[in-house]
T-cell receptor
Framework: LAKTTQPISMDSYEGQEVNITCSHN???????ITWYQQFPSQGPRFIIQ???TKVTNEVASLFIPADRKSSTLSLPRVSLSDTAVYYC?????????????FGTGTLLAVQP | GAVVSQHPSRVICKSGTSVKIECRSL??????MFWYRQFPKQSLMLMAT?????????EQGVEKDKFLINHASLTLSTLTVTSAHPEDSSFYIC?????????????FGQGTRLTVV
């Protein structure tokens, strides 16, 4: 069973900032929060990962509150090519098998 | 960065035949890899964990005799769909296991589109 909950879909326009929020109601102490992007007929691609507070890289920012019960992926100034499914996952570092369990994902549709 | 390569990208086979999908880690050694299946407009479903030198661990509801996994080397895991049927048509994806020691995330293959006719 998926551990996370996120909106099924979101719509946006080119140039806007998009924030996708995910719920992590039962996140474990040793779980990191990881976001992946998937285009049709391709394998998922890593976007960003964090444990708490804020993480920023060249493509996105990830905000995680102190209680770690949620996370927000922020995509600045989206373009049409950002149309994809975005998955938030909990990644158990240090476990015997650090497998990724995918939830529904959020289908982001960027309009011109 | 680390790359996982999957082959073939798409395959069409006749019902009753077997199909082998390869997943290679190109610049790192993967003692553990994972196999997923994805149906249209659905999320990825974990099928099994592939362990180098030992038996794979299958998720509940996945038939181990139908989906044969071999992980004979540190750079290659294979998934064989045996006696394929049209309902096995799906998108199959492999991934590496990220490691805290190397500070790496999990990398996914490009996926294999299997169509059974």
């Amino acid at each position: 069973l998926a551990k996370t909950t996120q909106p099924i879909s979101m719509d946006s326009y080119e140039g806007q900032e998009v924030n996708i929020t995910c719920s992590h109601n039962n996140i474990a102490t040793n779980d990191y929060i990881t976001w992946y992007q998937q285009f049709p007929s391709q394998g998922p691609r890593f976007i960003i990962q964090g444990y708490k507070t804020k993480v920023t890289n060249e493509v996105a920012s990830l905000f995680i509150p102190a209680d770690r019960k949620s996370s927000t992926l922020s995509l600045p100034r989206v373009s049409l090519s950002d149309t994809a499914v975005y998955y938030c996952l909990e990644y158990p570092w240090g476990g015997a098998t650090n497998k990724l369990i995918f939830g529904t994902g959020t289908l982001l549709a960027v309009q011109p | 960065g680390a790359v996982v390569s999957q082959h073939p990208s798409r395959v069409i086979c006749k019902s009753g035949t077997s199909v082998k999908i390869e997943c290679r880690s190109l610049d790192f050694q993967a003692t553990t890899m994972f196999w997923y299946r994805q149906f249209p407009k659905q999320s990825l479903m974990l099928m099994a964990t592939s362990n180098e030198g030992s038996k794979a661990t299958y998720e509940q509801g996945v038939e181990k005799d139908k989906f044969l996994i071999n992980h004979a080397s540190l750079t290659l895991s294979t998934l064989t769909v045996t006696s394929a049927h049209p309902e096995d048509s799906s998108f199959y994806i492999c991934s590496s296991a990220g490691t805290e020691e190397m500070n790496t995330e999990a990398f996914f293959g490009q996926g294999t589109r299997l169509t059974v006719v």
